[in-house]
């Protein structure tokens, strides 16, 4: 069964090129080139992926993925755009992309970003007879089948690899990781230099789960090395 993307670009020619080359990793892929319309289409329509420019006429890319968050937290976003500032980029994680590659791209990569997202969900979605209700470490609570995370009996919310992010970490308590195993374990790929991708999600996470984000208690810095849920906090 082919998995259903939906392409928001309103370049006709890149939309065509994106939409040909899923077609050799057995995806299908619908173009829309506005905003709203692409808004529309997913709502109507069963979405497994959205590719998802960040200048759009009608309504930009940031407004559309933020209002897709709000409707779905699940469905894979991967944002392109054609502007090289580091911004707009956090900007686009911050509301809940789950990954970003800037024009020009070559395909092969972006093809490369597609499987890895689809892979990544397979990963954290395994059969429901293995699906953990709940983990606790502390104060801090996750419900893995409810996409739900509480500190101190408030309500956190976390973009998609926020979540995802924690999730692997808290079910991996004291095992270190390097920057690029994490990219490789939780966003499905590792390219050079997009290290950076890491660090700014732990530096977002951190804001929302750490009382003391300079002295975190859940995931430690290991210095020259990487990072780690902290084996110590006491889990039920």
Known sequence: M???VLIVEDNPEIASLIQLHLKDIHCDGEIVHDGVEGLQRFEQGRHAMVILDLMLPSMGGLEVCKRL???NAKTPVIMLTSKASE???VL??????DDYITKPFSIPE???RVKAQFRRQDAFNPPAAVHVKKLQFNALIIEPEKHYVELDGKVINLTAKEFDLLLYFANHPGRVYSRIELLDQVWGYSFEGYEHTVNSHINRLRAKIESNPAKPSYIMTVWGVGYKFNEWARSH
């Not at 686009?92 to 992309?97: C, M, Q, S, T």
């Open 87 to 89: 911004l707009d980029r």
């Open 92 to 97: 686009g994680l911050e509301i809940g992309a």
């Open 2 to 4: 082919n998995h259903s």
């Open 69 to 71: 968050r709000q409707q």
């Open 110 to 112: 972006l093809m490369a």
